[in-house]
C-alpha cells in the first residue's frame, strides 16, 4: 500500500476547545494553537497522515484528509 | 455511514471541559459502531447521572438519560423487553462502581447481552473532585485534602469473578486499541464489561498536579502495558491493558426464553 499524502485538515474553530491533546502528541509537531488557542497547521509537510490528531481530538475538531 | 452521522451534531460542542477524556471516548465508541454497520435504530444507550453519563445526549441512537448508579438496571429492563436490540451502557468509575455496584455485579452474574463501557477517570468529575473506589490510595481530591487511603477496585477483576463473559481494558492514548475493543465488546454476545482510563483533567489532573490533558494521556502510555509483555514482569505496577476474557456462557435473554416457554407448555 503506498503512504497516504497528505491533502489538507479540516479544522473546525467552533467545536475546538484549545485543548492541545492534538499538538502535544503529533508526532511530527505538525500542529500549534493560534492566539486565540485554536489549532492551527503549521507544518503541513511534515505530515504523515497518522490521524492520531484526529482520533484523540475528544471535540470532532480536526480531520486529515488525504489524497486517492 | 460516516461517524458524524452517529452524533446528534445539534448538541457540539458538548458539554466537556477542554481535554476531557470522555470526548474521546465517545469518538472510539462512534468509530466502533461505524465499523460494525450497525444502524443507529438498532442501538440504545443507557446512562445514569455524571459527566460520563452525558454521553447519551451526543448520540443519535435511542437513549435514555436515567439516574445514578442506576444505568445497568434500566438497561435490564430494555433488553429482556427488546432482546433483539443492542445495549451499550456507559458509565462513571463512580456511577458503576460506587453507587452502582451492585448492579454492575449482579448484571455480570446474569451475563446479560450487553456492553458495559466504564470510563474511569479515578474520580467523581460532575460533583467537583471527590474520589472514587477507583481513586486508588495516595490520590488527591477535594475530599482527600490529606491523600486518600483506600485501596481501589481493579475493574477488570471485579468484573472477571462476578462473570462476565467480555473483559478488556484500554486508555485514551491507544484511541485505536480502543475501539477495536469496544467494537470486540458489542459484537460479544454476553455480558461484556470495558474499562477505559479517560482523563479528567479539570479535578484529578489538577489536584494531582499531573499537568495538561496531554500530560494525562502520556502517562496512561507510560503506566500501561499490554497483557503479559515483558514489561510487566519487570515492573509489576504496570497497568494491563487488552482482553482478559472473551468466552460464551449461557445468556440471560435466552434462557429466560427458556422459562417463557416452559410456562407456557404447562398452562396449555
Ligand atoms: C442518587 C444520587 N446520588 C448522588 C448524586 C450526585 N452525583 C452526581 S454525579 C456523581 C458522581 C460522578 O462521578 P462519576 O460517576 O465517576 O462520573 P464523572 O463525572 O467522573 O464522569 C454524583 C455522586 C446523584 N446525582 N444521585
Ligand atoms: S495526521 Fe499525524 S502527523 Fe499529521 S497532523 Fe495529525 S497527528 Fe500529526
Ligand atoms: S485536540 Fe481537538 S479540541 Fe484539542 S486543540 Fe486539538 S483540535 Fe482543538
Ligand atoms: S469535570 Fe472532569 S470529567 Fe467532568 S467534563 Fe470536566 S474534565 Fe471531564
Ligand atoms: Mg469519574
Known sequence: MAKPKLKQHHINRDWCKGCGICVELCPKKVLALDEQDKVTVVRPQDCICCRLCELRCPDFAIEVETQE | ?268
Open chain 2, 1 to 268: 455511514m460516516a461517524v458524524k452521522d452517529y452524533l446528534r451534531e445539534r448538541f457540539l460542542p458538548h458539554l466537556w471541559c477542554p481535554g476531557c477524556g470522555h470526548g474521546e471516548v465517545l469518538g472510539g465508541l462512534v468509530r466502533a459502531i461505524e465499523q460494525l454497520g450497525l444502524s443507529k435504530n438498532e442501538i440504545v444507550m443507557v446512562s445514569g447521572i455524571g459527566c460520563s453519563s452525558r454521553i447519551s445526549g451526543y448520540v443519535d441512537f435511542h437513549t435514555l438519560h436515567t439516574i445514578h448508579g442506576r444505568a445497568l438496571a434500566f438497561a435490564t429492563g430494555v433488553k429482556i423487553a427488546r432482546p433483539e436490540l443492542k445495549l451499550i451502557v456507559p458509565m462513571g468509575d463512580g456511577d458503576a462502581l460506587a453507587i452502582g455496584g451492585n448492579h454492575f455485579i449482579h448484571a455480570a452474574r446474569r451475563n446479560l447481552d450487553m456492553t458495559a463501557l466504564v470510563m474511569n477517570n479515578r474520580i467523581y468529575g460532575m460533583t467537583g473532585g471527590q474520589f472514587s473506589p477507583l481513586s486508588g490510595e495516595d490520590v488527591s481530591a477535594t475530599t482527600a485534602p490529606y491523600k486518600t487511603i483506600d485501596r481501589g477496585f481493579d475493574v477488570v477483576e471485579l468484573a472477571k469473578a462476578a462473570g462476565a463473559t467480555f473483559v478488556a481494558r484500554s486508555t485514551t492514548f491507544h484511541v485505536q486499541q480502543m475501539t477495536d475493543i469496544i467494537a470486540k465488546a458489542i459484537r460479544h454476545k454476553g455480558f461484556s464489561v470495558v474499562e477505559v482510563l479517560s482523563q479528567c483533567p479539570t479535578y484529578f489532573g489538577r489536584k494531582n498536579k499531573i499537568g495538561d490533558a496531554a500530560d494525562m494521556i502520556t502517562w496512561f502510555k507510560d503506566h500501561t502495558t499490554p497483557i503479559g509483555s515483558k514489561a510487566k514482569q519487570e515492573d509489576p505496577g504496570l497497568i494491563e491493558r487488552g482482553i482478559f476474557v472473551e468466552k460464551q456462557e449461557p445468556e440471560y435473554c435466552e434462557e429466560y426464553e427458556k422459562v417463557v416457554a416452559r410456562a407456557k407448555g404447562r398452562r396449555s
